[in-house]
């Protein structure tokens, strides 16, 4: 079984405790998430199935739709509701001070990520420093934010925001910042994510009612998506029969000068992918590989 499933993750559910509720319900034998979501934190979770895990890099790369709240004047150890009180501040920030700040967060930013982290300090995941009272610091680091909006103002205490980032950003660091840019505090109080790439919420599903499904297993393996579906930005070419049994044997294959010519007017404009492309046939994914000289040298190879 291999594909993708797009799932609309609930509250209080941690991202390893949805992949076990699928990898249970589809009774399957490998499964991982395309980015990880806080407990806290709903919307869409990516889930890979079978070969879809060698593709998984490709879904946390991708860039993603937030929208969130801040309640002002406490800061927390975790930037969520889940941390201990850390801080306090009388400041509650007005609509226009708002928006006057919200396009410094705009661009390629340097943000320094929160100890409440999956990132490794020596070999350890900080937050597991973090619960253990560790003194340790992360380094700031650059990622992008393509846009950023004021949704409402939902009290004096709290607003609410929309945000379009790319890999590596840490909303719950955006309300950290924000709230120190306007001479106070907060925390995340509702944390969404909406899309990942193209998974999003029109193409979601949740667990509940994929549970409904659970005797239906025909029904539950139509939901899947291909294996490609999580590499947008890399080009398909098409390949014979005979060339997906080369491929298989790991060998590479030549290509026809005008799957080559299909390929570079396609191909991807990340300069890490850029050689990169994915060996079809029909409508099977056959591997992943690279494009040089009009040959395809597998990298991946999704079956066989």
Not at 2 to 18: F, H, I, R, V, Y
Not at 89 to 110: C, H, M, N, Y
Not at 135 to 147: I, K, M, P, S, Y
Not at 168 to 186: I, K, P, Q, S
Request: contains cysteine.
């Amino acid at each position: 079984m291999n594909g993708w499933l797009c799932l609309d993750k609930p509250l209080e559910m941690t991202s390893t405790q949805a992949v076990s509720a699928l990898k249970r319900l589809f009774n399957a034998a490998k499964v991982g998430h395309g980015g990880t979501l806080d407990p806290l934190a709903t919307g869409i979770l990516p889930i890979a199935f079978g070969n879809a895990t060698k593709t998984v890099s490709w879904a946390m790369d991708a860039d993603k739709d937030y929208n969130f709240t801040i309640e002002w004047g406490i800061a927390t150890a975790s930037y969520d509701a889940e941390g201990v009180e850390i801080a306090r501040s009388d400041v509650r920030p007005t609509k226009d001070a708002i928006l006057a700040a919200l396009p410094a967060f705009i661009g390629e930013i340097e943000q320094v990520p929160p100890k409440f982290s999956a990132i490794k300090v020596d070999g350890k995941r900080a937050y597991d420093l973090a619960r253990d009272g560790e003194d340790f610091e992360l380094e700031g680091r650059a990622v992008t934010v393509h846009d950023a909006g004021l949704v409402e103002i939902v009290s004096e205490n709290a607003a609410t925001f929309r945000v379009r980032s790319g890999k590596g950003f840490y909303v719950r660091a955006m309300a950290r910042d924000l709230a120190h840019a306007l001479g106070t505090e907060g925390h995340i109080t509702m944390l969404r994510r909406a899309r990942v790439g193209v998974f999003n919420e029109e193409n979601a599903v949740t667990l509940a009612e994929l549970e409904a499904l659970a005797e239906d297993k025909p029904a539950l393996f139509e939901l899947l998506a291909p294996i490609e579906t999580a590499l947008e930005t890399i080009p398909l070419v098409d390949i014979s029969p005979d060339d997906a049994a080369q491929i298989f044997n790991g060998q590479p294959i030549m290509l026809l000068p005008h799957i080559v010519e299909h390929w570079k007017d396609n191909r991807s404009t990340n300069p890490d992918d850029d050689r990169l492309a994915v060996a079809m046939n029909g409508d099977q994914a056959i591997a992943m590989g690279e494009v040089r000289a009009g040959r395809f040298q597998p990298v991946k190879v999704f079956a066989g």
